[in-house]
Every structure is written in C-alpha cells, then in structure tokens.
C-alpha cells in the first residue's frame, strides 16, 4: 500500500524556518518525483515545490524561490522541504504527492499526481 505521510508542520513567527518532510513507502520513492503543494483558508490548492527522481531536476514557484529548498534522501525514501524567512502568506495545509517525472509545464497541476500525503499545517504568525 502506498503511503506518503508529512510532518514538520507547526507554528512559526514570521522570518523563522521550518523543516517539513514526506516520508514515503510502498513505493520506491527514488523513481518518482515528489512535489509540495499548500492550500490556504479560502483558496485553491497550488504548488510549491518539485523534485525529480532521476535527474535531480526542481521547480519552485516563484513565491518560495529563494526562500524554500526541497531535497531528497532516497535512502531514507523522503523528501524534505526547508523553508526559511516564512511570511504569514505562506499560512496553509502543506501535502506531498507523486507522480512519475517533474515537467517544467505541468508540475504544478493536481491531476496528473498519483498519490497524495493528509497535509501538515503550517501557521505564520506573531
């Protein structure tokens, strides 16, 4: 059974840093890509962050570049996202999901991920 499940997720004030990770099994997760989506209150849930299996490719959206860093460990099968300089925009239900390769034109997009995490919330706030 495949399973990704997130944790790191927590209270911050706004400029700190969390860590948050995707713990995968069932799966090998060094043949597949892993992305980070967020939803906030309200809105529609968009992507952040996706890494490649292969060739280490990566894509950030351009609201977190700078600020966030995904990476793998494939040994461990996770995948981290290190995010520092928080603001409260980035306020929301962070989920991991999986799906074959990262595409430059379609990372970002729901329906062609396989499976998906329950989500960690992150809340930016003083």
């Known amino acids: 059974q495949v399973q990704l499940v997130e944790s790191g997720g927590g209270l911050v004030q706004p400029g700190g840093s969390l860590r948050l990770s995707c713990a995968a099994s069932g799966f090998t997760s060094d043949r597949y890509a892993i992305s980070w989506f967020r939803q906030a209150p309200g809105k529609e849930r968009e992507g952040v962050s996706c890494?490649?299996?292969?060739?280490?490719?990566?894509y950030y959206a351009d609201s977190v570049k700078g600020r966030f860093t995904i990476s793998r460990d494939n040994a461990k099968n996770t995948v981290s996202l290190q995010m520092n300089s928080l603001k409260p925009e980035d306020t929301a239900v962070y989920y991991c999901?999986?799906?074959?390769?990262?595409?430059?034109?379609?990372?970002?997009?729901?329906?062609?991920?396989?499976?998906w995490g329950q989500g960690t919330q992150v809340t930016v706030s003083s």
């Open positions: 890494i490649s299996s292969s060739d280490g490719t990566i």
């Open positions: 999901a999986s799906r074959r390769r990262c595409y430059s034109s379609s990372w970002y997009i729901q329906s062609p991920y396989d499976y």
